[in-house]
């Protein structure tokens, strides 16, 4: 699940210009359906790993709090009120563990925001 919210995350970032990495890649994909081996990387870039059918439920829950999330001059972290907050009000049962792999894609998410423009 590491890799794929890395990767979603990453794909997500934006450019000083408001431009996501997906974008720019969708973007290099249409201008290059002509040159296979340019083509080929950028579909590679592109391309996500697995997300296990089992923890999709944990994603889902991560993606509705990331979504509410305050923000200053940068994305703040989940709280531990929010996350309760939302297992109450929402009907989500998750465990300590399922907490932990939320902190934790949460922390991902956070990191890829701190990273400069363009990284």
């Given at each position: 699940?590491?890799?794929?919210?890395?990767?979603?995350?990453?794909?997500?970032?934006?450019?000083?210009?408001?431009?996501?990495?997906?974008?720019?890649?969708?973007?290099l994909?249409?201008?290059?359906?002509?040159?296979?081996?340019?083509?080929?990387?950028?579909?590679?870039?592109?391309?996500?790993?697995?997300?296990?059918?089992?923890?999709?439920?944990?994603?889902?829950?991560?993606?509705?709090?990331?979504?509410?999330?305050?923000?200053?001059f940068?994305?703040?972290?989940?709280?531990?009120?929010?996350?309760?907050?939302?297992?109450?009000?929402?009907?989500?049962?998750?465990?300590?563990?399922?907490?932990?792999?939320?902190?934790?894609?949460?922390?991902?998410?956070?990191?890829?925001q701190?990273?400069?423009?363009?990284?």
């Open positions: 699940m590491r890799a794929y919210a890395a990767k979603a995350f990453a794909l997500g970032a934006v450019d000083k210009d408001g431009v996501s990495y997906r974008e720019t890649l969708q973007g994909i249409a201008r290059n359906q002509n040159n296979p081996a340019r083509l080929k990387k950028y579909q590679a870039e592109l391309a996500m790993p697995d997300l296990p059918d089992a923890l999709l439920y944990v994603w889902s829950a991560f993606c509705r709090l990331s979504a509410r999330r305050s923000a200053g940068s994305a703040n972290p989940i709280s531990f009120v929010e996350i309760d907050a939302f297992i109450r009000r929402a009907g989500v049962a998750l465990s300590p563990w399922e907490v932990r792999m939320v902190e934790d894609l949460d922390d991902l998410y956070r990191a890829e701190h990273k400069p423009a363009g990284e």
